[in-house]
């Protein structure tokens, strides 16, 4: 994969040619498209009809640096199996004692946007039953969008809690409605909301996470929860 990558910089013509033109004939020819556009996209959708060119020089990881991501990442993946298919196979085999991060569509998202086939309300509901029920022999976080829904769909778990944090949305020129839109309002500041949902007490596990001060903090919501503290290191 590095050795295919080599060479190629971030450029509109590419993506445009890996996008529309290239026509990969195995699997790592396959991997290598995936993994340019992945890097060159905006926000790194791959949903083919939102594929954009995003890469900015600031804002994008420079190609001379995919090679050490690469590898970075070929190293902690030594060892791990890979699945791909639905979450509830995933739950349902997963050993007794198993910890398990699960970090699914957002809630309230514009799935059409990211995905090709969207995380369906049902799916949302079919996740937190499963939840529910394997819940006494694994240990999981999991990180959704905050809404009534989600806490709602969770009101059983021990803990929920609540990262707010700043974020700019700055977007090339590729994008239709960048080009729309004022330059006044360009790279914007939202407030973003987060919840992480344990159905465990993370000070009982003996590694309580460090506060970090450059994240945001991390309240607990304490609603008709248990109340809990708990600062976290990005
Ligand atoms: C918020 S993303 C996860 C991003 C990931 N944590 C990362 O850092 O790259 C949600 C993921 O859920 C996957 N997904 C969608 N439907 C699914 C399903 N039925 N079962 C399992 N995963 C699904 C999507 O393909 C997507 O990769």
């Not at 240990?139 to 803990?159: C, N, Q, V």
């Not at 003996?206 to 309240?219: E, F």
Request: charged share 20%; hydrophobic share 35%; net charge positive.
């Amino acid at each position: 994969m590095i050795a295919l990558l080599r060479g190629h910089e971030a450029t509109k013509e590419k993506h445009d040619y890996f996008k529309n033109i290239y026509l990969p004939v195995n699997a790592l020819e396959r991997a290598f498209r995936w993994y340019y556009l992945n890097r060159t996209s905006y926000s790194g959708i791959m949903n083919v009809v939102n594929c954009y060119w995003g890469y900015g020089d600031k804002f994008s990881m420079q190609p001379k640096n995919w090679p050490t991501q690469l590898r970075k990442c070929s190293a902690k993946l030594q060892g791990a199996s890979l699945l791909c298919g639905d979450f509830a196979t995933v739950i349902e085999q997963a050993p007794d004692g198993a910890f398990l991060f699960i970090d699914p569509p957002y809630y309230n998202a514009d799935q059409a946007k990211f995905y090709t086939f969207a995380f369906t309300k049902a799916d949302h509901h079919r996740l937190a039953e499963l939840m529910q029920q394997h819940s006494k022999r694994l240990r999981f976080l999991l990180t959704y969008d905050d809404s009534p829904e989600i806490r709602g769909l969770y009101g059983w778990a021990e803990i929920i809690l609540v990262k707010q944090w700043n974020y700019t949305i700055n977007r090339t020129d590729d994008q239709k409605k960048e080009r729309q839109r004022p330059q006044s309002e360009k790279g914007t500041r939202y407030m973003g909301r987060e919840v992480f949902i344990l159905n465990y007490d993370p000070s009982c596990v003996g590694q309580v996470p460090v506060a970090h001060p450059q994240v945001g903090s991390m309240v607990a919501n304490v609603g008709h929860l248990r109340a809990a503290q708990l600062a976290f290191a990005e």
